[in-house]
């Protein structure tokens, strides 16, 4: 079949909470917007068993199920999707086009990035295994469950003292796990970790494997000193990785303000990025709340922007 071009009024990259926030709101103001689910679709929600911090959910609702209700509630409103990846963009002129992976054309007038940040991940076999069973990458999504256990954290950034803090006021006990003998993130940070009474620091040392049962998921943890090379074993039941995420803005890079992280930048307290038209809503330009109800709010803020935006344009 030959490649089609469709041109449209509101295109949105990304299916996660942000993309489809954006694409409800968007749809009920007659927008009739397309999304290109991408090939994470439904975003970072998809990997998380059990949400219980978000508002209306009393009873707490899985991750899956969570993305299941918002593609429904967008579909009610006739937003259009397209599955798989956006493999180019061109943001240089109006209309934008953007190339499909299946090498159709999408024109459109205004467009909303909602492509997310992936968590990275240590990449052995057994971290897969216990993933949602005691390995998960987000202490303020699942530390809850981790009460009064004893737990271990990986990385030795920002996120990773953050997190480590944040579960020293859940959990019976933190292990911090970092592969140098100093931290990266920030000074006052280090402070507060390494003062804290229930986290204790494992310098140099590098995790060898998750070690669990299929009943009780995670039951220890292997780690390796990497001066000495020994291995050693560890009664621990949690594993958070915090060892950075990566926005997805491969697509923008030269084509779009970034930080120096390479998240997209915004106008405070908008949507607005450094092209007029394109609107960045969720993780892609937010690397510090990383919430499904703050990528949610920023959703429908992208799908207000856009919308005011492009009845400007008509007059
Ligand atoms: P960073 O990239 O800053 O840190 C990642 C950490 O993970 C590093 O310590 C790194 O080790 C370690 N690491 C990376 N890959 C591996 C691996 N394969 N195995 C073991 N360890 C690994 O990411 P963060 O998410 O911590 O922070 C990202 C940005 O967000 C930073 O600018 C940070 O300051 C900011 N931030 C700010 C916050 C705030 O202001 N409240 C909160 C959270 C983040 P190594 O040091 O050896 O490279």
């Known amino acids: 079949m030959s490649a089609k ?31 290109v689910s991408g090939r994470e679709a439904g975003g970072q929600l998809m990997i998380t068993t059990d949400v219980e911090n978000y508002p ?20 009610r409103f006739d937003t259009e999707f397209y599955t798989g990846d956006a493999i180019d963009a061109d943001l240089s002129q109006r209309p934008f086009k953007l ?25 052995m076999d057994s971290e897969k295994e216990y993933s949602g069973r005691g390995v998960s990458a987000c202490a303020t999504c699942d ?31 933190v292990t911090l796990i ?26 140099e040392t590098v995790v060898e494997e998750v070690v669990g049962n299929h009943l009780d998921g995670m039951t220890s943890l292997k ?8 291995v050693t074993e560890h009664p621990l039941t949690g594993l958070f ?14 084509q779009l303000d970034l930080d120096e992280n390479g998240y997209l930048k915004v106008t405070p307290g908008t949507t607005y990025t450094s092209v007029e038209g394109v609107f960045a809503s969720g993780d892609v330009q937010d690397h510090v709340y990383r919430q499904a109800v703050t990528a949610a709010g920023t959703g429908c803020m992208a799908a207000i922007d856009a919308e005011r935006w492009l009845s400007e344009q008509t007059g």
């Open 178 to 203: 970092h592969r140098r003998d100093e931290f990266r993130g920030s000074k006052i940070m280090q402070t507060r970790a390494v003062e804290h009474e229930k986290i204790s620091i494992f310098w």
């Open 99 to 123: 190339t499909l992976e299946n090498k159709d054309t999408l024109t459109c007038d205004s467009l909303i990035i909602s492509t997310g940040a992936s968590a990275r991940w240590l990449g």
């Open 241 to 254: 990785i915090a060892i950075g995420h990566t926005p997805n803005t491969n697509l923008f890079k030269d």
């Open 223 to 230: 780690v390796r000193n990497v001066k000495t090379d020994k």
């Open 56 to 75: 209306g959910f009393p009873e707490g609702i899985k991750g899956p199920e969570m993305m299941d209700l918002l593609k429904a509630q967008a579909a």
């Open 5 to 35: 071009t469709q041109h449209h009024k509101l295109v949105i990259l990304g299916s996660g909470t942000a993309g489809l926030t954006a694409a409800i709101y968007a749809a009920r103001a007659n927008l009739n917007p397309v999304v």
């Open 143 to 173: 530390g809850f469950f981790f009460r009064g256990q004893d737990v271990a954290v990986v990385g030795g950034g920002d996120t990773a003292l953050e997190e480590a803090l944040y579960l020293a006021n859940i959990c019976k006990s």
